[in-house]
């Protein structure tokens, strides 16, 4: 079974926050201050945060920014992942992916299921890997925030957790 190995160093990583909607504002953003305490709480530091509207270009700008700035190695959005004429963010990272991670997605989608049941199947949910930097979108609830990072990221994004881990390979990620 999965676990933490606490006889190994902790290694704190460098995560981005994005939120993307049109109505959100950093006073009212509760999915972002959701995956920021979290972040914090696990030892890794938020090294930048902003809210976007829910535009594909600036989405990917943002997106671009991110994954060229060598002091962040980790982006999470919140918000954008519907089947609505808006909900962009899904097409905005995968326009950015170097090499998508379909499985993050599906076990999203999997654990989800457990709590929402099949209203799961409205969330695109995904992730991927661009220029050395993982990316991830989750969808814009509380609960899917939470979810995601709990049952997730809060795993992978630990050096220490076992057999093996997003952080133990980032230094391969950009290799040829």
């Given at each position: ?131 050395g930097t993982y990316m991830f979108a989750l969808p814009g609830s509380n609960g899917a925030c939470k979810d995601a990072w709990d049952d997730i990221l809060f795993y992978q994004l630990d050096i220490r957790h076992r057999p093996c881990n997003f952080v133990e390979l980032m ?6």
């Open positions: 079974m999965a676990k933490i190995d606490e006889s190994r160093p902790f290694v704190s990583v460098n995560i981005a926050v994005l939120t993307a909607s049109d109505s959100r504002t950093l006073e009212n953003d509760t999915s972002g201050d959701i995956l920021v305490s979290r972040i914090e709480a696990k030892g890794h530091k938020v090294a930048a945060r902003a809210i976007v509207k829910d535009d594909f270009d600036a989405i990917v700008a943002q997106l671009n920014q991110w994954c060229d700035d060598p002091e962040i190695d980790v982006v999470i959005s919140t918000g954008g992942t519907g089947v609505t004429g808006r909900d962009v963010t899904t097409e905005a990272h995968q326009k950015v992916y170097d090499k998508e991670i379909p499985g993050f997605g599906e076990l999203f989608r999997w654990l989800s299921f457990a709590k929402i049941g099949t209203s799961t199947v409205q969330s695109r949910a995904t992730a991927g890997v661009a220029r230094p391969r990620l950009t290799e040829k």
